[in-house]
């Protein structure tokens, strides 16, 4: 338990000094690219999978089923992870002329991309139950939502609340 309350103030610790990069400048005058979000998207996903596999106890014969599995799943995350930048990225751009059917687009958008993930993790979960035991499924599930719900607290608190 106390490995878990460490990554998580790790990873934790990281996403808050890179929001510090990645936000504190205005939109109007951002030097941030493309590029550097990619860099930093892959930098959590790197903290993701080594906060799993610093908490999900795997035999050697589990780990050897179980990683493979895990990188098409992050390979999907990652799909919708780019849809929901790409949302992002319009709502910010679009943030200071936002007209109520855009605003009404966004949100029917960002609510499709949140099912997406729901549907995909139910598809994993009988692809991994072929892998590891019922019980370290659902802890790897537990974890995995945990890291994601953290990562949107993150977003949460950076994109500034639609103004009627």
Do not use: C
Not at 1 to 17: F, N, T
Not at 102 to 113: E, G, K, N, S, Y
């Amino acid at each position: 338990m106390r490995k878990s309350v460490i990554a998580v103030l790790i990873l934790a610790g990281v996403m808050l000094a890179n929001d510090r990069v990645l936000f504190a400048q205005d939109s109007a005058n951002s030097t941030v690219t493309d590029q550097d979000v990619q860099l930093l998207r892959k930098d959590l996903r790197s903290q993701r999978k080594q906060l799993i596999a610093a908490n999900l106890p795997l035999t050697d014969a589990e780990a050897v089923k179980f990683w493979p599995v895990y990188d098409q799943y992050q390979a999907e995350i990652t799909k919708i992870g780019d849809t929901r930048f790409a949302l992002i990225k319009e709502y910010a751009t679009n943030y200071n002329t936002l007209t109520d059917t855009q605003a009404h687009d966004l949100v029917t958008r960002m609510i499709a991309v949140d099912e997406s993930l729901v549907q995909l993790r139910q598809k994993y979960i009988p692809i991994v139950e072929k892998v590891l035991p019922g019980k370290k499924t659902a802890m790897f599930f537990q974890m995995d939502r945990r890291v994601a719900l953290m990562i949107d607290l993150q977003l949460a608190s950076m994109i500034p609340i639609v103004q009627p």
